[in-house]
C-alpha cells in the first residue's frame, strides 16, 4: 500500500520553513526519506526506525510517530539547493515502497 | 562499481519491439528494486529481489513486464511488445543486506533508463 504524502507541492522562499507529512494505511517498521532534484536520481536524506534510531542528514530533521503510522520532514531555513521532490518510502519485509512525492520550490 | 550502474541511459524503441533494461548494483548488495516513473510522477514499484529468495513481482503492471537476477548480482528488466504507455524512466536501485528485522540502510539509485516507445 503506498504512503500518501502532504502536501503535494510547495513554494517557499529562501530562508523559510516547509513540513513534509507521510502516511501509511499499514504498521511501519521503517520510513525512508530521498530527494530527486529534476533529471537526477533520488538520493538519500534519511531512515527512521521504530523505536526512534534515526540516521540520515545532519542539516534534516524527521519525526516517526510509529501510533499514527506518519512520519514529517521538517526543512527549516530553507537554501535554493533544497528545491526537488521529497519522496517517503515505507518498507515491509524489505519491499520498499515510495509515495507520489512532494514537488520543493525554493525561490531567491 | 562505486554506484549502481544501468544501461542503456537512453532507449528509443518501436511499439510491439521488446527491450530489456540493465542494471548492475553495488557490490555486495543483496536487495535490488525496479521502479517505474512516468513524467512528473512519483517512483511506481515494480519488482524486488532480495539474495536468493523469490521475488517479490507485485508491481510488474502486465505479463509483459519481467526481470531476472543472475548470480545474485546484475538484473534484466524485459519488456514484451512495448506500448506507448511504457515511456518512463526505469530506476533501479540496491542496498545491503537486511540485518535482524528493521533494516538501517539506504537504497542506492542508479541514473535510470529513459525509454521511449514511438
Known amino acids: 500500500q503506498q504512503p500518501v504524502q502532504s502536501p503535494q507541492a510547495v513554494i517557499l522562499r529562501e530562508g523559510e520553513d516547509a513540513v513534509i507529512n507521510c502516511s501509511s494505511s499499514k504498521a511501519l517498521y521503517s520510513v525512508h526519506w530521498y530527494r530527486q532534484k529534476h533529471g537526477e536520481a533520488p538520493v538519500f536524506l534519511m531512515i527512521?526506525?521504530?523505536?526512534?534510531e534515526q540516521k540520515g542528514h545532519e542539516k534534516i530533521s524527521a519525526s516517526f510517530n510509529e501510533k499514527k503510522q506518519q512520519s514529517s520532514l521538517y526543512l527549516t531555513a530553507s537554501q535554493l539547493s533544497y528545491s526537488g521532490t521529497y519522496f517517503c518510502?515505507?518498507?515491509?519485509?524489505?519491499?520498499?515502497?515510495f509515495g507520489q512525492g512532494t514537488e520543493l520550490s525554493v525561490k531567491p | 562499481g562505486a554506484g549502481v550502474s544501468q544501461s542503456p541511459s537512453n532507449k528509443v524503441t518501436e511499439k510491439g519491439k521488446d527491450v530489456e533494461l540493465r542494471c548492475d548494483p553495488i557490490s555486495g548488495h543483496t536487495a535490488l528494486y525496479w521502479y517505474r516513473q512516468s513524467l512528473g510522477q512519483g517512483l511506481e514499484f515494480l519488482i524486488y529481489f532480495q539474495g536468493n529468495s523469490a521475488p517479490d513481482k507485485s508491481g510488474l503492471p502486465s505479463d509483459r513486464f519481467s526481470a531476472e537476477r543472475t548470480g545474485g548480482s546484475v538484473s534484466t528488466l524485459t519488456i514484451q511488445r512495448t506500448q506507448q504507455e511504457d515511456s518512463a524512466v526505469y530506476l533501479c536501485?540496491?542496498?545491503?543486506?537486511?540485518?535482524?528485522?528493521?533494516?538501517?540502510?539506504?537504497?542506492?539509485f542508479g541514473q535510470g533508463t529513459r525509454l521511449t516507445v514511438v
Open positions: 518510502g515505507t518498507e515491509r519485509g524489505g519491499k520498499l515502497i
Open positions: 536501485a540496491s542496498r545491503h543486506p537486511r540485518e535482524g528485522r528493521q533494516t538501517n540502510t539506504e537504497a542506492f
Open positions: 527512521l526506525l521504530k523505536g526512534g
